[in-house]
């Protein structure tokens, strides 16, 4: 059973322009999240979809977006790029149902805008 | 405000040494995962747990969720070089619709010296 696949793995962008990351979640899996990782922040959680809805968000900017197509693929969006979006963009994908639920992580896509 | 604190944040021990990682938090988790995480790599799952008082067991790896939900300890037993990474809890809240969103404690850095 193939695991969460993520594109691109590297990336290198300038500021103000934009980025399109993408996530193939495990076959079943209806929830798929999207996590920013950094050395001084650690893992944060950006948002989750399950079945094309956005179901949580968390704390960051508007440049931040994303979607979730009817095969649960997902991609995300940042706008506008700034120094400080450079990170490890990982994604997760899930059932998405109640307790017990286990996420798994995909290798995730390196961002780094210069 | 971190929700999970996780200790230490670093540990730097001989080979056939024990130790053990500690989460705790205020809140009450509806499961918790540890995970391990290689440079450059994503979060590979280790365990979840979801029970109050559950003791899972990973070969030299015994995993505990504390009996109200809240905290939750990885004990390593004989560590081994290869045991070295970066060590996450992370743990999903009770209630609501937040099944994809996980909140992630600070990560242990284990460094194990032969």
């Known amino acids: 059973k193939a695991g969460v696949t993520q594109t691109p793995r590297y990336l290198i962008k300038t500021r103000g322009q934009q980025v399109t990351l993408s996530c193939s979640p495990i076959?079943?899996?209806?929830?798929v999240s999207w996590y920013q990782q950094t050395p001084g922040q650690g893992l944060q959680f950006l948002f989750e979809?399950?079945?094309?809805?956005?179901?949580n968000k968390g704390n960051f900017p508007g440049r931040f977006s994303g979607r979730q197509f009817s095969n649960s693929r997902s991609e995300m969006n940042v706008s506008t790029l700034e120094l400080g979006d450079s990170a490890l963009y990982l994604c997760?994908?899930?059932?998405?149902?109640?307790?017990?639920?286990?996420?798994?992580f995909g290798e995730g896509s390196w961002l780094t805008v210069v | 405000t971190q929700l999970l604190e996780q200790s230490p944040q670093f540990l730097s021990i001989q080979e056939g040494e024990n130790l053990t990682v500690y989460c705790n938090s205020s809140s009450v988790f509806s499961s918790l995962q540890w995970y391990r995480q290689e440079p450059g790599e994503g979060p590979v799952l280790l365990v979840t747990v979801v029970t109050g008082g559950e003791v899972k067991k990973l070969k030299r790896l015994t995993f505990q969720f504390g009996d109200a939900r809240k905290d939750s300890s990885l004990h390593i037993t004989a560590a081994q070089p290869g045991d070295t990474g970066l060590y996450l809890c992370a743990g999903a809240r009770a209630g609501g619709t937040s099944y994809g969103k996980l909140t992630f404690g600070q990560g242990t850095i284990l460094t194990v010296h032969p």
């Open positions: 979809y399950f079945s094309e809805t956005q179901r």
């Open positions: 997760a994908s899930s059932t998405g149902g109640p307790s017990g639920n286990t996420i798994y």
């Open positions: 076959s079943g899996h209806r929830s």
